[in-house]
C-alpha cells in the first residue's frame, strides 16, 4: 500500500519518489527506468533531503558526475524521467523544475542500421498478410528503395532474371535497384502480368531482360488498328501503371526467405 502524502509541507526525497514509483499507470519498463533515476539521485542528494529544497543546481550537478559520460539516448532518457517526476510532483508541492538546467542531448541516428532479419522473417511468414503486401515488404527490405519508387514499378521495368528494376529517383533521375532471390520468387506469383524469370543462357552470358509482348494502342480498341499507323500495334504506350498486384487470400503463405 502506497504511503498518502498530504498536499502541503515538504515529503522527504526518499518518500515522493515511493508514492511517485507506486503509480499503476506506469508500464514495467517505464517504471524499470524511473527507478533507475531516482535511486541514483537518492543516493546523490539524500534519502532525508525535503523535496521542497532541492535546486536545479544540485540535479544537473549529479548528472554530470553520473552521466556526463553517457550516450546522449542514455543522458535524454534520464533526463524524461526526473522532467516526469517533477511534473508529477510540482502538482502536488511548491518545488523548482530539477531538470530546468539539464539540456537534451543530440542523438545521432545511424542510417545504416537495419531492422532485424528475424523480425523481418516472422513478418514475411505470417498467414494473415496478403501475398500483395508481403511481397512489397520484402521488396522494400531487399531493395532500400524508396516506397514510391517501388509502387511506380511498371511491368516493363523489371529485369527479372538480373533481380532489378528500373525507377525513377526522387527528382527525376532513373536508376536501378537490386532485390534478392526471395522477392524473385514472390513477384510473378502476384500478378499474371509479371512473367516468371527463365533460366539463364546456356552459354553462361548474361542473362536477357524479359521480351514482354508489346502493347496495343492505348488510342484504339484491340484489333483495330493504331489510328496513328494503321497497325495493330504500336509503340504509342500507354501512361505507366502500378503492377496490377493481386491480393492473395489469407491461407496465402509467403515463401521461405532466401
Known amino acids: 500500500m502506497?504511503?498518502?502524502?498530504?498536499?502541503?509541507?515538504?515529503?522527504?526525497?526518499?518518500?515522493?519518489?515511493?508514492v511517485f514509483l507506486n503509480r499503476r499507470d506506469?508500464?514495467?519498463?517505464?517504471?524499470?527506468?524511473?527507478r533507475q533515476t531516482l535511486t541514483?539521485?537518492?543516493?546523490?542528494?539524500?534519502?532525508?533531503?525535503?523535496?521542497?529544497?532541492?535546486?536545479?543546481?544540485?540535479?544537473?550537478?549529479?548528472?554530470?558526475?553520473?552521466?556526463?559520460?553517457?550516450?546522449?539516448?542514455?543522458?535524454?532518457?534520464?533526463?524524461?524521467?526526473?522532467?516526469?517526476?517533477?511534473?508529477?510532483a510540482a502538482t502536488r508541492w511548491s518545488m523548482t523544475d530539477l531538470a530546468a538546467l539539464i539540456e537534451r542531448r543530440r542523438e545521432n541516428v545511424d542510417a545504416t542500421k537495419a531492422i532485424?532479419?528475424?523480425?523481418?522473417?516472422?513478418?514475411w511468414q505470417r498467414r494473415d498478410l496478403p501475398l500483395r503486401d508481403k511481397?512489397?515488404?520484402?521488396?522494400?527490405?531487399?531493395?532500400?528503395?524508396?516506397s514510391v519508387e517501388v509502387l511506380g514499378l511498371d511491368v516493363s521495368d523489371l529485369v527479372l532474371e538480373a533481380k532489378r528494376g528500373?525507377?525513377?529517383?526522387?527528382?527525376?533521375?532513373?536508376?536501378?535497384?537490386?532485390?534478392?532471390?526471395g522477392t524473385a520468387r514472390l513477384l510473378p506469383a502476384c500478378s499474371p502480368a509479371v512473367p516468371a524469370a527463365r533460366p539463364s543462357s546456356?552459354?553462361?552470358g548474361p542473362a536477357r531482360p524479359v521480351r514482354l509482348p508489346r502493347l496495343t494502342c492505348a488510342r484504339s480498341p484491340a484489333g483495330h488498328g493504331c489510328p496513328t499507323n494503321g497497325r495493330s500495334t504500336c509503340s504509342s504506350r500507354p501512361p505507366r501503371a502500378s503492377i496490377p498486384l493481386v491480393t492473395a487470400s489469407p491461407s496465402t503463405s509467403c515463401a521461405t526467405p532466401g
Request: hydrophobic content about 45%; aromatic content about 8%.
Open 135 to 146: 511481397t512489397l515488404f520484402r521488396l522494400l527490405y531487399e531493395s532500400a528503395a524508396r
Open 116 to 123: 532485424d532479419r528475424h523480425l523481418i522473417e516472422a513478418l
Open 2 to 18: 502506497a504511503t498518502v502524502l498530504p498536499l502541503t509541507g515538504g515529503p522527504t526525497l526518499a518518500d515522493a519518489a515511493t
Open 40 to 88: 541514483r539521485l537518492r543516493a546523490e542528494l539524500s534519502d532525508g533531503a525535503l523535496l521542497t529544497d532541492l535546486t536545479a543546481e544540485q540535479t544537473a550537478a549529479v548528472f554530470a558526475v553520473a552521466w556526463g559520460n553517457a550516450a546522449a539516448r542514455t543522458w535524454n532518457r534520464h533526463r524524461s524521467a526526473v522532467r516526469s517526476f517533477t511534473t508529477w
Open 26 to 34: 506506469l508500464d514495467a519498463d517505464t517504471l524499470r527506468s524511473y
Open 202 to 204: 546456356p552459354t553462361g
Open 166 to 181: 528500373r525507377i525513377r529517383r526522387k527528382g527525376g533521375d532513373t536508376d536501378w535497384i537490386l532485390w534478392q532471390s
